[in-house]
């Protein structure tokens, strides 16, 4: 089920009915930062998943060069 043009023009319209126009982009901006802080987050445990995965190819790669 996508969202379409249509679909988008009336969610606008209902955040701006409910919201009013003062408060619609300080709620963007919020958005904004809270998606930021999420990809920052996601990124980090991706990172740290990559790290774990190196150290235990290197730890595999010395015990083998060991034997």
């Known amino acids: ?3 379409g043009p249509t ?3 009336v969610i606008a319209v209902v955040a701006l ?3 009013g126009p003062k408060k619609l ?3 963007g901006r919020a958005m904004g930062s809270t ?3 999420f990809k920052n987050a996601t990124k980090g445990l ?3 998943d990559d790290d774990d995965k190196n150290k235990k ?3 595999i790669e ?3 060069a060991q034997s």
């Open 1 to 3: 089920m996508a969202v």
């Open 25 to 27: 982009p300080q709620f």
């Open 7 to 9: 679909s988008m023009i």
């Open 17 to 19: 009915i409910i919201f």
């Open 46 to 48: 991706a990172s740290d």
């Open 57 to 59: 190819q290197k730890k």
């Open 35 to 37: 998606l930021k802080e």
């Open 62 to 64: 010395s015990q083998d």
